[in-house]
């Protein structure tokens, strides 16, 4: 037995078997997706009802002991890294769908199924939950909701936010509340629910999520186009959208990143370009045949060299695996992958790009960058090694000014992996002092002991 009174006590609660206190069993939750960044605790948590999350919560903030949620541990900015001492929370045994309806075209989930399961539920009757960020297999969608994740079709079907009908959430205090319902329409005081989505489990730890699903789409067209510069692949882009296209997706690869995935995929993909567009549409048939026909006519006015169009739903797999397999890819070629998410407006994003390719030469560092480019949200992925000091300094300087960048273009420091741990420190430039000044107020206002993930988004 542990000698921690706090662990047995969770242990009572739980029972053994639902409580990690082994050191070489809490070794792995120090970690998340995010590099360079650990922590460490003394215990981990394994709830099965929310009746045991509020019996944790009020436990805990009686010790006065922080409380660490945790999904899949996929985040990407430290969210889920424990803060010294704090206690882990994993919901991955919340995994219940609790309820599908297919006259209001919602699904109720526990926190902890995963994102793909909720998306093959929605797609075993015909329908369609969109938010697909790239870690969807593994991701959980209560850490979807808690990073207001985006995915691949962002462009057309929003993201996490825009699918959220309704939240349970266990409060800092152990209070149990419902936020929203199955209502296309409601209005009915402050929308409640809003604040908690993309809150980083700072704010409460959710229990059950109400989804909102759309009709599947009937077909879809893929195309990939090549390019030698990389202003006319971000041209493309606005002009597709002049046309009055908005394709489901619209995700760019630049030339490190064309050359990781060719090594790592073998897809053909042609290793002298400097940028290719990977092209979705969907919709009715006849709708997604012109659309394809005229964005193949834009990606061709507006200099591709080439531009494939997939025949055959194996062939449009094939094409797509180019950017599903990107940070993959990246991953491969160093020891440490920094994978960041600058993000700005759609117009600004050739002169990100290029910018981000002269820090690269600048600061002597190997940045491949990929990303949502019909969202202005690119992924400068910085290839190093977390051992050599002198070279994380040089990536430090240089993700400081890319963020910086960002900034003056009028864009964001995330547009989709969240603060955590990472940002902190990026965030009051990024937001402003007011801005920032109202988000401590309300993290004092429903958690005034700092219980909930404490020293995320900001200190
Ligand atoms: C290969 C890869 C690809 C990725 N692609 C994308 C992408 O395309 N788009 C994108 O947006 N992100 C992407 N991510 C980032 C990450 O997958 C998302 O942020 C995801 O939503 C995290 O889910 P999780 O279950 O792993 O949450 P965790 O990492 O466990 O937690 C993330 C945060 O949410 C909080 N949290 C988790 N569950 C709850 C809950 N039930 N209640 C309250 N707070 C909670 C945690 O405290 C933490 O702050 C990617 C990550 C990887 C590794």
């Known amino acids: 037995m542990p000698t921690d009174p706090f662990v047995n006590d969770l242990i009572a609660i739980l029972g053994k078997e639902r409580v990690l206190f082994e ?119 209560g850490g979807n909701v808690a990073e207001n994740s985006g995915g691949l079709r962002g462009l057309k079907y929003g993201i996490t936010r825009d699918y959220v009908m309704g939240l349970e959430v266990v409060l800092a205090n152990g209070e149990v509340v419902f936020l929203g319902n199955k209502c296309v329409k409601d209005v009915a005081g402050y929308s409640m629910k809003d604040i908690f989505i993309g809150s980083e489990g700072t704010l409460g730890i959710i229990t059950k999520i109400l989804l909102k699903l759309v009709p599947k789409p009937q077909a879809k067209k893929t195309l990939l186009a090549t390019y030698s510069r990389m202003d006319a692949a971000a041209e493309t882009v606005s002009a597709i959208i002049a046309e009055k296209i908005i394709p489901c997706t619209l995700e760019f690869l630049d ?48 200099g591709a060299v080439n531009v494939q169009v997939a025949q055959t739903a194996e062939e449009a797999v094939k094409l797509a695996t180019a950017r599903r397999a990107a940070f993959s890819a990246l991953a491969r070629v160093a020891p440490t992958t920094i994978l960041e998410d600058a993000t700005v407006p759609r ?71 969240g603060v955590g741990l990472a940002k902190k420190s990026f965030l009051p430039k990024s937001v402003g002092d007011a801005s920032l000044a109202l988000m401590k107020q309300l993290k004092k206002t429903l958690d005034p002991d700092n219980i909930l993930n404490p020293g995320k988004i900001f200190d």
Do not use: W
């Open 23 to 141: 050191p070489e069993h809490l070794a792995v939750y120090g970690y998340d997706g995010t590099a360079a960044i650990s922590g460490s605790t003394p215990c981990v948590v394994f709830p099965e009802t929310t009746d045991e999350v509020v019996q944790i919560v009020k436990y805990a903030a009686s010790q006065k002991r922080p409380i660490v949620t945790r999904g899949s541990g996929t985040g990407l900015s430290g969210g889920s890294i424990p803060v010294p001492g704090s206690l882990v929370v994993c919901l991955s045994r919340m995994n219940k769908i609790l309820e599908l309806d297919t006259q209001n075209l919602t699904i109720l989930v526990e926190p902890g199924v995963t994102t793909v399961t909720v998306a093959d539920t929605a797609d075993s009757v015909g329908l369609l939950y969109p938010p697909d960020p790239g870690s969807m297999r593994i991701s959980t969608i």
């Open 255 to 302: 030339k490190i990143t064309i050359r990781c995935v060719e090594e790592f995929a073998h897809i053909g993909l042609p290793l002298d370009a400097e940028a290719i567009l990977l092209m979705e549409t969907d919709g009715h048939p006849a709708v997604t045949e012109e659309e394809a026909r005229k964005m193949e006519a834009v990606a061709r006015r507006c």
């Open 347 to 417: 117009s600004e994003l050739a002169k990100m790009v290029n910018f981000i390719q002269s820090v690269g030469e600048r600061y002597g560092l190997r940045i491949g960058t990929f990303g949502h480019m019909g969202d202005g949200n690119l992924h400068p992925t910085f290839l190093t090694d977390e051992k050599n000091t002198e070279e994380m300094h040089r990536v430090e300087s240089a993700m400081r000014e890319i963020f910086d960048y960002a900034i003056e273009l009028g864009g964001t420091i995330t547009g989709e992996h």
